[in-house]
C-alpha cells in the first residue's frame, strides 16, 4: 500500500513559496516565551588539563556569542517559544564545535603525523558532519537568506484570529 502524501510543515510551506495559492495548515501555535540562556559551563565544562580548559572556554565564549546573537532576531522573526530552547542550544553548540575544529585544523593542518604514517585529521571529519547539522539549523530557524523568502514575522498579518494576541 502506498504511503500517504505527507503535507510540508506550515514554516516550511511558507519559506519554499505557495505558487498554487492553496491554504496552508498553519499547526500548532504556541505563546511565544521568553529563554533563559543556558549554562555554558555544564555543556562544557572546567576540566584539569589545562589545554582543554582553554579550549572549553573558548567554546563557551562562542556558544554564549551565538546565543545572543540569535535569540533577539529569532524572536521578532520566528517568534520563539520556550520549547525551542533545546533546538537553539544545541545549534550554538554546533557553533561552538565547528569553531572548535576549524581552529583544530589551523593549528595541524588537514594532514598529521599518524602511527603509520601521515593521515588524515580527524576533525576534518568531523566539522564535515557539524556543517551538515549547521545547514539544516540554519533552515529550520530560517537563518539563510534562502530560508528566509516568504517568511512573515509574527504579528505581522492583519488577521486578528490569533489566540495569543
Known amino acids: 500500500m502506498a504511503d500517504p502524501v505527507r503535507k510540508k510543515p506550515h ?14 495548515d498553519e499547526g500548532l501555535q504556541l505563546p511565544p516565551g521568553d529563554l533563559e540562556e543556558p549554562d555554558w559551563q555544564e555543556t562544557f565544562p572546567t576540566v584539569k588539563d589545562r ?16 546565543w545572543r546573537r540569535v ?11 520556550a520549547v525551542d530552547a533545546a533546538a537553539l542550544q544545541d545549534y550554538c553548540i554546533c557553533v561552538a564545535r565547528i ?3 576549524e581552529r583544530d585544523l589551523s593549528r ?18 568531523i566539522v564535515s558532519q557539524y556543517r551538515a547539522q ?32
Open 71 to 81: 535569540v533577539p532576531v529569532l524572536k521578532h522573526t520566528a517568534g520563539l517559544a
Open 134 to 165: 549547521y545547514k539544516i539549523y540554519l533552515r529550520e530557524f530560517g537563518l539563510s537568506p534562502s530560508a528566509r523568502v516568504g517568511i512573515k514575522p509574527p504579528g505581522d498579518d492583519d488577521d486578528d484570529s490569533d489566540v495569543f494576541d
Open 108 to 125: 595541524h593542518g588537514l594532514v598529521m603525523e599518524g602511527e603509520r604514517g601521515m593521515q588524515k585529521n580527524g576533525s576534518a571529519t
Open 11 to 24: 514554516l516550511q510551506a511558507v519559506r519554499e513559496g505557495n505558487p498554487g495559492k492553496r491554504a496552508l
Open 99 to 101: 569553531d572548535q575544529c
Open 51 to 66: 589545554s582543554r580548559q582553554a579550549i572549553n572556554r573558548r567554546a563557551r565564549e562562542v556558544a554564549r556569542r551565538e
